[in-house]
């Protein structure tokens, strides 16, 4: 017995040594507090042991450039506040080597306010000092800077690239005078991460750099797809399209010069869902109408948390099937499809980032993962990251059946057109399909790439990106009768 206890005790002890220098960067999605049901997740529910980093989403910056709280109430304890910060930080109490940071920026925060702080010296004064001010005060161990994007969504395209960098070395050396640490949260894609980061640059200001490889495909595309694929699929013909997967997504960012080590893969903890046009083709590439049903947590369209895609599972009549080629999971049932990832595609994942030396798995987000166990164990991909980061293990060589990357002038058109008479690309640029507002194009080279917006969105020419239909002036034209 005592011989087992030692063999244990070493394994431990070689386990523990294997993820020393790896990184668990867990982002909180702090509004899941006002979840209900099963789907309700507060700080009481983190696990600190699972993470090395707990980033707190979000906060924001205004148009003075000044560091901002969003939900007072949540987070602060003036005024009868919840004081969620205060509980949050105090988990380094039950873990010590846990950092915690003030993730600022997300989707929602959109991109106008950083790219004005970005290109203006006292504004980015303004933010330095006030997110140090904020960190120090309430304990934080650093800043994540999660500006979605520069040069995107109505950011400046002419020196938002250029400005990022100059502000985050600016950033850098005054967190570093307090011993506070920077990190990042970036675009995946090659086609996106090419225009909104000098990459050489702006890795050398990064503790971590954590890659969104996720939402890949949804329903912005024309036919399904599934999230967060680890290689190129059958459907897979275009440039763009083949650029659409974590290997391609993790190459792209190694090749550019960001540092392995500094490289952190976000993997999801959720799914993105359709409403399949026909129940009977129910593979990717499949056409469909809409996005998926809600889930009862997230209340998302077109999106489902793991918990309760499992919980789906264990209630419903689903049929799940694993995508050799992309090595990854999808499911249906009846017109219900979704493109997900759960433990064996999340072991993959971490087995991948083992073998090009990454510095870790990131993940979006702690609260979509099983964190009650209703489906088992809690966390359970959240340990199934811990457990292959601990035995170094590195995964399989790539399918052999996977797409070939096609040649830009010879690729295949996309295989589901809009409703109207076909779009022709006569020049270079973004373009909105003029019988269809939420489709658009991108043209280079004559080879036409298409997409679709999300459901309820409508892609806007002024700032080139989807956005909510009645901020956008779309008047489309009648399709031709006969057509």
């Not at 090395?52 to 205004?62: E, K, P, Q």
């Not at 570093?176 to 225009?195: C, M, N, R, Y």
């Not at 264990?314 to 493109?339: L, R």
């Not at 009645?470 to 009648?478: A, E, I, R, S, T």
């Amino acid at each position: 017995m005592k011989l087992i206890l030692i063999a244990l005790i070493t394994l431990a002890a070689v386990a523990a040594s294997a993820t020393e220098n790896k990184n668990i960067v867990c982002y909180v999605g702090t509004w899941a507090t006002y979840r209900t049901g099963k789907g309700k997740f507060d700080v009481e529910h983190i696990d600190p042991n699972l993470c090395t980093h707990l980033m707190y989403s979000f906060f924001g910056i205004n148009d003075k450039g000044e560091f901002r709280v969003i939900d007072a109430y949540l987070d602060l304890e003036e005024n009868w506040g919840k004081g969620n910060i205060k509980k949050f930080n105090a988990l380094k109490q039950v873990n010590p080597k846990l950092k915690t940071l003030a993730a600022v920026g997300g989707w929602n925060e959109g991109s106008i306010k950083f790219s004005e702080a970005a290109k203006d010296p006292i504004k980015r004064r303004t933010f330095i000092e006030t997110s140090i001010e904020f960190a120090l005060k309430h304990n934080f161990d650093g800043i994540d800077m999660d500006w979605e994007y520069p040069a995107q969504r109505g950011g400046d395209v002419e020196v938002d690239k250029a400005n990022f960098v100059i502000w985050m070395k600016e950033f850098k050396e005054e967190l570093e005078k307090h011993g506070l640490i920077l990190t990042t949260a970036v675009a995946a894609a090659e086609f996106s991460a090419s225009q909104s980061y000098d990459i050489p640059n702006i890795s050398k200001y990064f503790d971590l750099i954590n890659i969104m490889a996720y939402d890949l495909h949804g329903t912005w595309d024309e036919t399904t797809g599934i999230n967060a694929p680890l290689y190129p699929g059958p459907n897979d013909v275009t440039v763009t399209q083949q650029q659409l997967n974590v290997h391609s997504c993790v190459q792209y960012w190694l090749k550019q010069g960001a540092p392995a080590h500094k490289i952190v893969l976000g993997v999801p903890l959720y799914g993105r869902t359709f409403a399949l046009a026909n129940a009977a083709e129910n593979k990717p590439g499949s056409r469909f109408y809409g996005p998926g049903q809600a889930g009862p947590y997230t209340r998302q369209a077109g999106f489902l948390g793991y918990n309760e895609i499992c919980d789906n599972f264990k209630t419903q009549s689903w049929t799940q099937v694993w995508e050799s080629t992309q090595q990854v999971p999808y499911a249906f049932n009846g017109n219900q499809w979704v493109g997900y990832d759960d433990v064996k595609s999340i072991e993959l994942k971490t087995r991948y980032a083992n073998k090009y030396k990454l510095g870790g798995i990131m993940v979006w987000s702690l609260e979509t993962d099983d964190f009650n166990g209703v489906c088992g164990e809690k966390y359970p991909l959240m340990k199934a990251i811990n457990r292959v980061l601990g035995d170094g293990s590195i995964p399989p060589n790539p399918p052999t059946t996977q797409a070939p990357i096609t040649d830009p002038t010879t690729a295949a058109p996309n295989p589901t057109p809009p409703p109207g008479p076909e779009f022709k690309c006569t020049e270079n640029g973004t373009f909105r399909d003029p019988y269809d507002c939420a489709v658009f194009y991108i043209c280079n080279n004559n080879l036409k790439h298409s997409f679709r917006c999300a459901d309820d969105l409508w892609f806007d020419i002024k700032t080139s990106t989807c956005n909510f239909k009645n901020l956008v002036d779309c008047k489309p034209l009648p399709i031709p009768p006969n057509y």
